[in-house]
């Protein structure tokens, strides 16, 4: 039997990007939280090493136990079997995957918030793509425009402000929403190929600019600056330059007392009474499980696990999975459609160190910037070039049929070429669609014996795939500004299990349509909040995890003000 | 409000054993497997490794290659130890090639000259090798490996003297980084260094 716990206040469910944000205004608001984390605390003299096999062959840093043991599965619809994926992309740790993510830390535009009107007020009801469930959000880019600059500065976000107050500033992203005031930090600086490739933009008319990042551009509040030595991605920072959730808001939670984190605990299930509040949670730990009661419980999991874990925690009150007695728990997920062009140029680039987040970014052909009237499609991506190239990746590069793939010949070429590849970032404004959602796999568990999260894909967006296509024409045009001699474009192709994964608790306030209402609180059970990429309804042509930190600092801001009500 | 918690029907079964089954590795665990000690690959089999890996990068006027970089020992110690699950696919591969060098050349791939061996690679990765149904996930597999060896960290055993990284003027893991080593009109200079101290070379 589980060892049933002393009731806290909240219960958060994982500290990871969005968990670990959440817990510090309450903490601060004098709540008692429980922060149930399935991993554990990270050593960054110990774990983080500035080595491709570590990090990146044998995703050492990555491949925390308790995700690889339930890999959701991808198949395109009912009728076919779900195929597990190799790998799950996301990490258990304290602080999640923000130790080892991009750190990209954008706002959202406004248009993402109200797409669907401002596209039928554009270009007509005709150009809403064909089968999307697409809505806007319940709320506006101003409404969540103070919990983005608190994000900003409480995990702290470098960058240059496009857009303050309305007045462009004549540097950062001219097509940024207005900001109030400036980043807490100036942006990450650039190397000598983001520079190049910037003239290069500006020679085409466009506007480049260095991208917002959570990392520290310069020390602060008692941590170093960026040393740019180029195992950023998929490694952990050495130096807690990267402003992960483990170094900024999870310890500036803990000095309140208010916070025990429970590490290494995984969460079964979500339980329920007889009226449809939420209860409690139930864990393993150390081989032991625990009943962990609550006033309040906040799901913050990734994508897969929020809905995973809803689907599996049935009760009387909710025969098909908590909060899902509207049958959407699963619905209006997507994985963010993106695309990388590779591009060869006629001298060496030296992108090895440096960082994903330090690059120039273009956002012309992102969103709606752009006329797309006879395009047949809506939506764009944004271009990203950007450095930190390892040597594997490097020699394991595309030969763009200049070469064999072996032998002296290849040789030669990776011995010219392998200094001279740049790679890109292209994120696409991607939507969800009626036949594109999570249940549960039918065959494949995980060793606790629960099914794993099944992502049925529906197949091809031509919408989609009609953007990713232009993104690449306008990339390989900026390429060719630049000097390049050869550019390669992927295929466009549906996403599987991805990092940026959104919806299956989508918030709005229609409770036939949406899991949770405009505060990230379920529409069924009052004392249930989620949080994290999972309520978004759209995913802007950006990285998701600022707004998912917005969206969570406000949902716990709401709880705290409104504690009496929720908790009852 | 602990009072009104009522235990699902569905949840009430016993699951220790799955929870053992379900322990956390530590991370310490999984890096030990670093310095694995050498796989036992048969004599045999190493010399048929070696005679493939060198014709993938050959040793040329451009420096060494897959097997003067010690490619082959990175190979080794992943099939011993973290990669141990495809040793057995990976060898079944390797035997098949040298029942197919036997078979079209007249002989085992380490006995033959590096033009027949060529012949042999080329027919593979261009999918005409009759008579070898895995030969290109096989070749795929070893290429991927031999590049894991020969541009990895020294510490796994590969890039030797750093062959590997100055073949592709890889300037070395830095732990810090001035701007000036990020121009595109100077490289920097190379630092030859593992990650993992100067011992490893």
Same mark, same amino acid.
């Given at each position: ?568 | ?26 991370? $310490? ?6 310095? #694995? @000690?050498? +796989?036992?690959?048969?004599? %045999? *089999?190493?010399?048929? /490794? ?37 040793? $057995? ?6 035997? #098949? @090639?040298? +029942?197919?060098?036997?078979? %079209? *050349?007249?002989?085992? /791939? ?92």
């Amino acid at each position: 039997m589980a060892t049933t716990l002393k009731q806290v206040d909240v219960a958060v469910i994982g500290l990871g990007a969005v968990g670990g944000v959440a817990v510090l205004p309450l903490a601060r608001a004098g709540l008692k939280i429980a922060g149930i984390e399935a991993g554990t605390w990270m050593d960054p003299h110990k774990d983080f090493h500035a080595d491709e096999v570590f990090n990146n062959v044998r995703r050492l840093v990555t491949s925390s136990p308790k995700a690889q043991r339930e890999i959701p599965t991808v198949r395109t619809g009912p009728g076919e079997k779900g195929v597990q994926a190799a790998t799950h992309p996301m990490m258990n740790a304290v602080g999640g995957t923000s130790i080892h993510y991009w750190a990209q830390s954008w706002r959202l535009k406004p248009w993402d918030f109200r797409t669907r009107s401002e596209v039928i007020r554009r270009y007509g009801a005709s150009a809403i793509p064909a089968g999307t469930t697409l809505e806007d959000w319940p709320l506006t880019y101003d409404e969540l425009a103070p919990f983005y600059e608190r994000i900003e500065e409480e995990v702290g976000v470098s960058g240059a402000a496009g857009n303050i107050q309305g007045k462009l500033t004549g540097v950062g992203n001219p097509f940024e929403g207005p900001r109030d005031k400036e980043y807490p930090m100036p942006p990450l600086r650039g190397s000598g190929f983001t520079d190049h490739m910037a003239d290069a933009a500006k020679k085409l008319g466009w506007k480049p600019f260095a991208p917002p990042a959570a990392i520290n551009s310069q020390p602060r509040k008692g941590r170093g600056a960026c040393v740019y030595h180029g195992y950023c991605a998929t490694g952990g920072c050495h130096v807690s330059a990267k402003n992960s959730t483990a170094v900024t808001t999870i310890p500036e939670a803990q000095k309140t007392k208010n916070l025990t984190i429970f590490d290494n605990a995984q969460v079964t299930r979500i339980e329920t009474d007889s009226n449809g509040r939420t209860t409690g949670v139930r864990y393993i730990r150390n081989r032991q499980e625990y009943f962990q009661p609550a006033k309040v419980v906040l799901l913050a999991g990734y994508t897969y696990e929020n809905s995973r874990l809803l689907l599996l925690s049935k009760s009387k009150a909710y025969p098909q999975g908590l909060s899902n007695n509207h049958g959407q728990v699963g619905r209006h997920y997507f994985g963010h459609w993106g695309t990388n062009v590779t591009a060869l140029f006629p001298s060496d680039i030296n992108i090895w160190y440096g960082l994903p987040a330090q690059g120039t970014t273009c956002d012309e052909w992102a969103d709606d910037h752009f006329d797309h009237a006879g395009r047949g499609f809506v939506g764009g991506s944004s271009l990203h070039v950007y450095t930190e190239r390892h040597p594997i990746d490097a020699a394991a590069m595309n030969t763009f049929g200049r070469a064999p793939g072996w032998g002296s010949a290849w040789k030669k070429f990776i011995h010219d070429a392998a200094a001279r590849q740049a790679q890109t970032y292209l994120q696409t404004n991607t939507f969800p669609y009626e036949t594109l959602y999570l249940d549960l796999d039918d065959a494949i568990r995980d060793p606790l014996g629960d099914p794993v999260c099944r992502i049925n894909t529906g197949g091809m967006r031509e919408n989609e795939r009609r953007s990713v296509l232009h993104a690449q024409d306008k990339m390989e045009e900026w390429y060719r500004a630049a000097g390049a001699i050869e550019v390669f474009k992927p295929p466009p192709a549906t996403p599987g299990v991805s990092t940026h994964a959104y919806g299956g608790t989508r918030m709005g306030d229609n409770p036939d349509t949406n899991v949770v209402n405009r505060w990230g609180f379920s529409h069924e059970s009052p004392n249930l909040g989620i949080l994290g990429a999972s309520v978004m309804g759209t995913s802007g042509a950006r990285n998701p995890t600022l707004t998912a930190q917005a969206l969570a600092w406000r949902t716990a801001d709401y709880l705290a003000k409104n504690w009496k009500s929720i908790s009852i | 409000m602990a009072k009104g918690f009522e235990v699902d029907d569905e949840l009430r079964f016993s699951r220790r054993d799955l929870i053992v089954a379900a322990a956390f590795v530590p991370l $310490a665990a999984l890096t030990a497997q670093a310095q #694995a @000690v050498p +796989a036992a690959l048969t004599p %045999t *089999q190493l010399k048929t /490794l070696e005679a493939f890996i060198d014709r993938l990068i050959p040793t040329d006027e451009l420096g060494p290659g897959a097997v003067a970089s010690g490619a082959r020992v990175y190979i080794e110690r992943v099939l011993a130890g973290p990669n141990v699950n495809e040793k $057995a696919q990976f060898l079944e591969g390797l035997e #098949a @090639v040298d +029942a197919y060098a036997k078979r %079209t *050349q007249g002989g085992s /791939l380490a006995e033959l000259s590096p033009e027949k061996r060529d012949q042999i690679l080329k027919a593979i990765d261009d999918g005409t090798a009759q008579g070898l149904p895995q030969g290109r996930a096989f070749f795929n597999r070893a290429r991927r490996l031999t590049l894991e060896g020969m541009f990895g960290d020294p510490y796994y055993g590969g890039n030797k003297g750093f062959a590997g990284w100055d073949l592709i003027r890889y300037p070395g893991p830095r732990s810090a980084v001035e701007a000036d080593m990020q121009r595109m009109d100077k490289a920097p200079a190379p630092f030859r260094r593992s990650a993992w101290g100067p011992q490893y070379q």
